[in-house]
């Protein structure tokens, strides 16, 4: 199949890149590299089956160029960000759903037969009740929730109206190789994993029991492909369906440096969810999702990975 990764060259879009690659697809991989990486993508770049292209998804007539044949494009361009969003609005607007409109207007004219999207467990905000469920009402709380619950409605319509297939896949917290620690918005474990390297506590927002759902990246890259090759439509969480607590996370990854550091505590940010956990169940009965690596694994194979880098 030919395949195209918008956003291909980032934390989540470069391990689904070369998972495609490895498979034996032809993978044409847009990004802007503003926060994707060609290094990322060293494995695969001499693979005469990929191409790389530096360009946006907010130039609609470009990006239907790039589509042109392609069997499915796999969207995950976005501005990648919760903080970020609140601090600049319309440019998450712009590149988040302005993108995934553009990406669906592509593979509509294109006549491509599906979208995977790239959504987010932060549609679900705060709202009562867990483990979340697909069916659950949400209740976005930044810019960067409203951009990816919206994006997943544009993908319902164009489905019902243009016959595109559109599958939403709700990331909870995917973590592993290549999340830059450095960001200003960094998630928190790339945070901790750096601070404890350097001899540092983790800094903990909030109390630390505010809990998460901790998913591995390559869980997340195969479920990207199974949904493809699947006829599965619809919105579906992408998770562990496991719930840790940001001081459980600290707790375990002292234990895996075998360091005694007392983490740091500061005040909890705006627009932070306080409960999340994922119900998988929908994802496993429609396209045979299950995840392979256990917090721990996964947090291991991380640690190995960046102090190899």
Same mark, same amino acid.
């Given at each position: 199949m030919?395949?195209?990764? =918008? !956003?291909?060259?980032? %934390?989540?879009g470069? /391990?689904?890149?070369?998972?495609?690659? $490895? =498979? !034996?697809h032809?993978?044409?991989?847009?990004?802007?590299? $503003?926060?994707?990486?060609?290094?990322?993508? =060293?494995s695969i770049?001499?693979?005469?089956?990929?191409?790389?292209?530096?360009?946006?998804?907010?130039?609609?007539?470009?990006?239907?160029?790039?589509c042109?044949?392609?069997?499915?494009?796999? /969207?995950?361009? @976005?501005?990648?960000?919760?903080p970020?969003?609140?601090?600049?609005?319309l440019? &998450?607007?712009? #590149?988040?759903?302005?993108?995934?409109?553009?990406?669906?207007l592509a *593979?509509?004219?294109?006549?491509i037969?599906?979208?995977? /999207?790239?959504?987010?467990?932060a549609?679900y905000?705060?709202l009562? !009740?867990?483990?979340?469920?697909?069916?659950?009402?949400?209740?976005p709380? &930044?810019?960067?929730?409203v951009?990816?619950?919206?994006?997943?409605?544009?993908?319902?319509?164009? $489905? #019902?109206?243009?016959?595109?297939?559109?599958?939403s896949?709700?990331?909870f917290?995917?973590f592993?190789?290549?999340?830059?620690?450095?960001?200003?918005?960094?998630?928190?474990i790339?945070?901790?994993? *750096?601070?404890?390297?350097? !001899?540092?506590?983790?800094?903990?927002?909030?109390?630390g029991?505010?809990?998460?759902?901790?998913?591995?990246?390559?869980?997340v #890259?195969? @479920?990207n492909?199974?949904?493809?090759? @699947?006829?599965s439509?619809?919105? %579906?969480?992408?998770?562990?369906?496991?719930?840790? &607590?940001?001081?459980?996370? *600290?707790?375990?990854?002292l234990?895996?440096?075998?360091?005694? %550091?007392?983490?740091?505590?500061?005040?909890?940010?705006?627009?932070?969810?306080?409960?999340?956990?994922?119900?998988?169940?929908?994802?496993?009965?429609a396209?045979?999702?299950?995840?392979?690596?256990?917090?721990?694994d996964?947090?291991?194979?991380?640690?190995? /990975?960046?102090?190899s #880098?």
């Amino acid at each position: 199949m030919h395949y195209v990764v =918008s !956003g291909g060259a980032g %934390f989540i879009g470069s /391990h689904l890149s070369e998972a495609l690659a $490895s =498979s !034996g697809h032809d993978v044409t991989i847009i990004d802007d590299l $503003s926060t994707g990486k060609e290094e990322y993508l =060293s494995s695969i770049l001499t693979n005469p089956h990929v191409t790389c292209i530096r360009d946006t998804v907010q130039d609609v007539i470009s990006l239907a160029r790039h589509c042109e044949g392609a069997d499915g494009i796999f /969207h995950l361009a @976005a501005m990648v960000s919760v903080p970020g969003s609140i601090e600049y609005p319309l440019r &998450s607007h712009e #590149a988040t759903l302005t993108g995934t409109l553009n990406v669906l207007l592509a *593979a509509r004219d294109c006549g491509i037969r599906k979208v995977v /999207h790239a959504s987010s467990a932060a549609v679900y905000g705060n709202l009562p !009740g867990l483990p979340k469920r697909e069916d659950m009402p949400v209740d976005p709380l &930044s810019p960067y929730a409203v951009a990816k619950y919206a994006g997943e409605q544009y993908c319902r319509v164009f $489905s #019902a109206l243009y016959g595109v297939e559109t599958a939403s896949l709700r990331y909870f917290n995917v973590f592993g190789p290549r999340q830059d620690p450095r960001s200003d918005y960094a998630a928190v474990i790339p945070r901790f994993i *750096a601070r404890i390297r350097a !001899g540092e506590s983790p800094l903990i927002f909030g109390n630390g029991m505010q809990t998460r759902d901790f998913v591995y990246v390559k869980d997340v #890259a195969k @479920a990207n492909i199974q949904v493809m090759e @699947a006829k599965s439509q619809g919105v %579906f969480n992408i998770a562990s369906g496991r719930e840790t &607590s940001v001081n459980d996370l *600290a707790a375990i990854l002292l234990d895996l440096f075998n360091v005694k %550091f007392e983490p740091e505590y500061y005040p909890e940010r705006p627009g932070e969810v306080t409960r999340s956990v994922a119900d998988i169940s929908l994802a496993r009965q429609a396209f045979g999702y299950h995840p392979q690596f256990s917090l721990r694994d996964g947090l291991s194979e991380t640690i190995s /990975h960046m102090q190899s #880098a």
